[in-house]
């Protein structure tokens, strides 16, 4: 939380740097990216406690050796072991298909910036998956080495995002680096299953797992089969349809149980995970980008700058936090980023959507009495969801002036 405000200051710097270098910026994908990861690590507090006391259960009761906490020795066999958990997570993301219906929200963006790390899943957070990857290093390394390593992972691979990074030299044969995660993003045919490092390039060089960026192609983002739209709910959800279309014709009650622990790139027929040789040297699409109007834009990124703070204000107060107010501040930050999402796809129930979330959040706001722990006073918060709720019902009678 404390590294947020760096990050977004080096997000809209590098957003900055790319329109001044001619490139444009795709508004709907990168708040469709902040909005994942604003979700996903707002459903992470319930079960985040959770999984750090399996962790320090299995080291307190299964450990095999004591590392001393103020020895170089135990930071640096800490970070080893943390990094190839993640590997292996990541790995077994991508090459087993009810992982990768999960991890493929993070790879669905088509663009390569900051705000591409913040697209993570749900159900990565809820489920809390890269640590039980890690749960084996509790065997060795204690609970608060491991949690300053997994957070540092995690920080490192906000600036890997970006392709104004580049190559960082020699330093590329121990560490990952941008071009290598660019790489990783591709859906270029020699891109795909590549690169799972998340600090650490040489478990890919070790494992064989390795690729660099190549100059003769350019690198085309997000899946084989790019999704065109910014639902973020739908994002979540959809590949897992796609997984089970796969056996929807097979008579054979066995498929429809291996499907989802084989890759998600087997078909019938297929090796465990599939043949990458079927999918395009280089797909050919052009990026999807919302037709919404520059203020409409304007509307949706005050409403996420709003949202943000709240998530800032959830995360330090969380731990003292009812269950009725935390529950009614989570439904008003998914409530609202669903209905910034549906804004960009146009959708037909943005309009009912925006109207309820407005009238239902000043009527709950007003129940509790406020939330005098929060960044918002009472007044600023009124003026806010009133005036989004005016804004919306305009908005409403315009559009319906114009279809008569």
Not at 279 to 299: G, N, Q, V
Request: glycine share 6%; hydrophobic share 45%.
């Amino acid at each position: 939380q404390k590294a947020m405000p760096y990050m977004v200051t080096l997000i809209v710097l590098e957003a900055v740097i790319n329109w001044w270098m001619g490139k444009k910026h795709n508004v709907a994908d990168s708040v469709t990216s902040i909005s994942s990861g604003l979700i996903m690590t707002m459903v992470g507090m319930l079960t985040h406690g959770m999984i750090l006391s399996i962790y320090s259960y299995v080291h307190e009761h299964y450990r095999v050796m004591d590392l001393p906490w103020d020895s170089a020795v135990t930071w640096v066999i800490t970070a080893v072991l943390v990094d190839l958990g993640y590997y292996w997570f990541h790995r077994a993301s991508h090459e087993v298909a009810f992982l990768w219906s999960v991890h493929q929200v993070h790879h669905s963006s088509e663009e390569f910036n900051l705000t591409t790390a913040f697209r993570q899943p749900v159900f990565q957070g809820l489920f809390q998956l890269t640590h039980w990857f890690y749960l084996p290093a509790a065997l060795v390394v204690p609970p608060s080495q491991f949690l300053v390593h997994s957070q540092f992972v995690f920080l490192f691979q906000f600036w890997i995002h970006s392709e104004l990074i580049g190559d960082i030299g020699p330093l590329g044969w121990i560490f990952n680096t941008s071009t290598y995660h660019q790489v990783h993003h591709g859906s270029n045919r020699y891109c795909l299953d590549k690169n799972y490092g998340g600090f650490l390039s040489v478990w890919d060089r070790i494992f064989g797992t390795f690729q660099d960026l190549r100059s003769d192609q350019e690198t085309v983002y997000g899946l084989i089969d790019q999704p065109q739209f910014f639902n973020i709910i739908k994002h979540q959800f959809f590949y897992f349809k796609c997984i089970q279309d796969k056996v929807a014709t097979s008579t054979d009650w066995l498929d429809q149980i291996t499907v989802w622990f084989k890759g998600p790139g087997w078909f019938p027929g297929l090796p465990r995970l599939g043949n990458n040789d079927l999918c395009p040297e280089i797909p050919e699409r052009k990026i999807h980008y919302s037709t919404i109007s520059i203020l409409s834009h304007l509307y949706l990124v005050i409403q996420l700058i709003g949202v943000f703070i709240i998530h800032d204000d959830l995360s330090r107060l969380y731990g003292s936090m009812t269950q009725g107010v935390t529950l009614a501040v989570m439904a008003f930050i998914l409530w609202t980023l669903t209905s910034i999402s549906l804004h960009y796809d146009e959708h037909p129930l943005t309009i009912p959507m925006e109207l309820s979330r407005c009238a239902v959040s000043l009527a709950v706001y007003q129940m509790m009495g406020g939330w005098k722990e929060g960044t918002f006073t009472s007044s600023a918060f009124t003026v806010w969801m009133t005036s989004s709720l005016l804004i919306t019902m305009a908005a409403s009678f315009s559009s319906k002036k114009k279809k008569a």
